[in-house]
């Protein structure tokens, strides 16, 4: 059965600082990865998607990428209260069933003031 | 989110009734999907519809639940005979061409009392 494993948290960071989030999956074929944001009472929000080995930047956003490792990773810098939320990780899977993607089960985050 | 409507935003029945949830999407998408969240916990894959495939109803915990898709776009989701561990969040998501995630809805929270 594919996979997609997160660390449920919660991870605690003080405002400022780099919020690491990791997040690993199982179908050595997977080609996209993408990261909700999901505050709460609320639904799921793509904030990044990241396709090729390697670092994608938005803003202050990081996605890494290993699929030799078979893991993804989002980096917060000057992490905000705002920040704190739910982040899932998401992975598509080839001819799965189930729809396209499957979601981890998300990390919690806070970012404390 | 944009570009999926979903109603009723909230939801209340009494145990042993019978629900519908709309998901009205934008056209142009390639697929549709339910997704059922319960307080606290991560995304539980219902059904997805893809073109004119015969749905994937995988998920569907019971035979009390059941959707459609009509002309390719509006979808209901119905409950029967509710229960109160029914009580969740119900996600419609869509996807469109190409491996660029979902697009979630803003849910519909039922509370089966």
């Known amino acids: 059965q594919k996979e997609v494993e997160q660390n449920s948290g919660p991870l605690s960071v003080p405002e400022g600082a780099i919020a690491s989030l990791n997040c690993t999956y199982s179908?050595?074929?997977?080609?996209?990865f993408f990261w909700y944001r999901q505050y709460s009472g609320k639904s799921p929000e793509l904030i990044m998607s990241i396709y090729s080995n390697g670092d994608k930047e938005d803003g202050r956003f990081t996605a890494q990428l290993n699929k030799a490792s078979q893991y993804v990773s989002l980096l917060i810098r000057d992490s905000q209260p705002s920040d704190s939320a739910t982040y899932l990780c998401?992975?598509?899977?080839?001819?799965?069933?189930?729809?396209?993607?499957?979601f981890g089960k998300g990390t919690k985050l806070s970012v404390k003031p | 989110g944009a570009g999926v409507s979903q109603s009723p935003s909230n939801k209340v029945t009494e145990k042993g009734k019978d629900v519908e949830l709309r998901c009205d999407p934008i056209s142009g998408h390639t697929a549709l999907y339910w997704y059922r969240q319960s307080l606290g916990q991560g995304l539980e894959f219902l059904i997805y519809?893809?073109?004119?495939?015969?749905?994937?109803k995988s998920g569907l915990p019971s035979d009390r639940f059941s959707a459609e898709r009509t002309g390719g776009s509006v979808s209901t989701l119905t409950i029967q005979r509710t229960q109160q561990e029914d009580s969740a969040v119900y996600l419609c998501a869509i996807s469109g061409w190409g491996n660029y995630g979902y697009t979630f809805g803003s849910g519909t929270r039922l509370t089966v009392v």
């Open positions: 519809f893809q073109g004119n495939s015969a749905p994937d």
């Open positions: 179908d050595r074929v997977s080609q996209s």
């Open positions: 998401a992975v598509n899977i080839m001819g799965g069933s189930q729809g396209n993607l499957i």
